[in-house]
């Protein structure tokens, strides 16, 4: 019986259609909206048993690309330029983690109509922190020898601003609800509360207000039902009068 030769070229063929497969990159869909739309998808390479991932894309539940980040190497590691976009598709910001820094570097930032981020000259600009899909969630903006830290949600509103002088906070602080209201306005002095305080609801209307001054309570502090009338004060500087 004569055995059955096979070609070299159909050999050839074979092997690399073997080879393009393992580096041919794929997209696998992790998690989906409610209407079918792919909200976070990773790109891989190599066969299934073993893939490996070099990219993840997560979109917003219109199909608009939230951020893209690349990975090398496995186990996989950050690298190459990540970015992230506002829902209108435009850019937010940009890291480069070629360098294998945790937090990448060279980062810039981006308004929702394309313009700076940030109005003035700046010495330098650094994520410390990364949220949980990987996103900036504390950037530092510094200038001379004050630090503007903002504090970004998951989809890059803001959250709270500060600044640092000296490394003490100073002038106004404000944190946000995710729905962009404010939820406390105060303002700080080498580190201290020293000025107006106010606390809101996430409907807008204030719970209480009152004064700060070296990081203590003074004068008449004004409490609000959820209507936003007047329900209680309280006088801290009589308060203050009786402990002494």
């Not at 390479?45 to 893939?51: I, N």
Request: aromatic share 16%.
């Amino acid at each position: 019986m004569k055995s059955l030769s096979i070609p070299a070229t159909l050999v050839f063929v074979a092997a690399l259609a073997l080879v393009t497969s393992c580096h041919h990159v794929r997209e696998e869909v992790i998690q989906s909206y409610p209407n079918g739309k792919p909200m976070l998808v990773f790109l891989v390479k190599g066969d299934k048993k073993s893939p490996t991932r070099v990219g993840e894309r997560m979109y917003y539940e219109s199909g608009q690309l939230q951020f893209e980040k690349k990975f090398s190497g496995k186990p996989e590691v950050p690298d190459g330029i990540w970015q992230y976009f506002f829902d209108n598709g435009q850019l937010f910001a940009s890291g480069d983690f070629s360098s294998r820094h945790d937090f990448g570097s060279n980062w810039s930032f981006y308004n929702r109509n394309g313009g700076s981020y940030y109005d003035g000259k700046l010495d330098s600009v650094y994520v410390t922190d990364l949220g949980t899909f990987g996103t900036p969630s504390t950037v530092v903006f510094c200038s001379g020898q004050h630090q503007d830290v903002i504090q970004f949600y998951s989809n890059y509103t803001v959250r709270s601003t500060e600044r640092l002088t000296n490394g003490m906070r100073s002038g106004r602080v404000i944190f946000y609800f995710p729905n962009g209201n404010p939820q406390v306005e105060a303002n700080f002095a080498e580190g201290l509360e020293d000025g107006p305080y106010t606390v809101y609801r996430e409907n807008g209307v204030p719970y209480y207000q009152g004064t700060y001054s070296k990081g203590q309570r003074v004068g008449i502090w004004e409490f609000y039902d959820e209507e936003g009338n007047l329900d209680n004060t309280v006088d801290y500087s009589a308060k203050s009068s009786n402990s002494k």
